[in-house]
Nanobody, 122 residues
Framework: QVHLEESGGGLVQAGGSLRLSCAASGRTFSSYFMGWFRQASGKEREFVARIGWSGGNTVYADSVKGRFTISRDTGKNLVYLQMHSLKQEDTAVYYC???????????????WGQGTQVTVSS
């Protein structure tokens, strides 16, 4: 498994931007597919974006497509989620996760960070 730690969350006004980072530890980081998920209060955890081991093979949820960008720096063991044009409905705890295959379902991801809160105000 790989240890993950998210950062970069905070309070932002609607229309603003944030960049989340996920720092990974482990020599095999480059072999994992990395995903971002989010969980709003009272709701189930939902898929946001996924990236392949080479930095390609990106997939986005329809709700964030065109506004969010996932990327990774394998040399630094970092995964990013750049978020633009934030909406109040983006408010949630955001988690990064690692999987051995290109899954979208949260249940397929074996390693998770503790999450970082993103709050979008009106």
């Amino acid at each position: 498994q790989v240890h993950l730690e998210e950062s970069g969350g905070g309070l932002v006004q609607a229309g603003g931007s944030l960049r989340l980072s996920c720092a990974a530890s482990g020599r095999t980081f480059s072999s994992y597919f990395m995903g971002w998920f989010r969980q709003a209060s009272g709701k189930e955890r939902e898929f946001v974006a996924r990236i392949g081991w080479s930095g390609g093979n990106t997939v986005y949820a329809d709700s964030v497509k065109g506004r969010f960008t996932i990327s990774r720096d394998t040399g630094k063991n970092l995964v990013y989620l750049q978020m633009h044009s934030l909406k109040q409905e983006d408010t949630a705890v955001y988690y990064c996760a690692a999987a051995n295959n290109p899954y979208i379902s949260a249940t397929k991801y074996g390693s998770w960070g503790q999450g970082t809160q993103v709050t979008v105000s009106s």
